[in-house]
């Protein structure tokens, strides 16, 4: 079946640092790919998409490039925050299928 | 637009009783779903409805769990005779399918964490 690999965390950085998380997965077909942030005390939330190959996703400087030749989505940012601070979910969906299939999660603390 | 609200946001309770949850979607999401969350995992998904047809259910949903959405507004999720390894964070979500789109975002609740002693 489908799933989503994430490297392990926690992360730990200083402000200013460049932030790589890695994510690979595994489908039958062509997903879509997210990455989902939670902040403490707070819900899911959509950070940024892509839906096809090669397709860039960005937001609030963070991006993630759809890599069909190595099956991977990772997130970067090139100076994280002290507010980045949070747990990173990267996910996927079938085409046509209506559920997210999540990784781990990797906790991001950023010291400043 | 407040989001979506899920209640309660906490529950103890102890093992063999029933819970239920509640979670009011979006305002006009036709889409909404049941997610569950272990410590250190992802969240995994547990079944979906298109306004009040259930149309998936995950094979984590035993039959001591039952989801109804019976308007097509807010939805419920029982536990029957709980079990301590029903302990977890129950996520809701809800979505609007945009016509001609390739995917749908999905917008989460806050959760409600359940604790079975």
């Known amino acids: 079946g489908d799933s989503v690999t994430q490297m392990e965390g926690p992360v730990t950085l200083s402000e200013e640092a460049f932030l790589t998380i890695n994510c690979t997965y595994t489908a039958t077909g062509y997903p879509s790919l997210f990455w989902y942030v939670q902040y403490p005390g707070e819900g899911l939330q959509l950070l940024l998409k892509a839906t096809k190959a090669d397709d860039k996703g960005s937001n609030k400087g963070f991006e993630a490039t759809y890599r069909k030749e190595t099956t991977s989505f990772h997130l970067e940012k090139g100076s994280v925050q002290v507010s980045d601070s949070a747990v990173y979910f990267c996910?996927?969906?079938?085409?046509?299928?209506?559920?997210?299939?999540f990784g781990k999660g990797t906790k991001l603390t950023v010291n400043p | 637009d407040t989001g979506v609200s899920q209640n309660p946001r906490h529950k103890i309770t102890k093992r063999g009783q029933n819970v239920t949850f509640r979670c009011d979607p979006i305002s006009e999401h036709n889409r909404l779903y049941w997610y569950r969350q272990t410590l250190g995992q992802g969240p995994e998904f547990l079944t979906y409805?298109?306004?009040?047809?259930?149309?998936?259910k995950s094979r984590l949903l035993s039959d001591r769990f039952s989801a109804e959405r019976p308007k097509g507004s807010f939805s419920t999720l029982e536990i029957q005779r709980t079990e301590q390894g029903d302990s977890a964070m129950y996520l809701c979500?809800?979505?609007?399918?945009?016509?001609?789109?390739?995917?749908?975002?999905?917008?989460f609740g806050p959760g409600t964490r359940l604790t079975v002693l």
């Open positions: 996910a996927l969906s079938e085409w046509g299928s209506e559920k997210l299939v």
């Open positions: 409805f298109q306004n009040e047809a259930q149309l998936e």
């Open positions: 979500a809800s979505s609007a399918r945009l016509a001609g789109a390739s995917y749908n975002e999905q917008f």
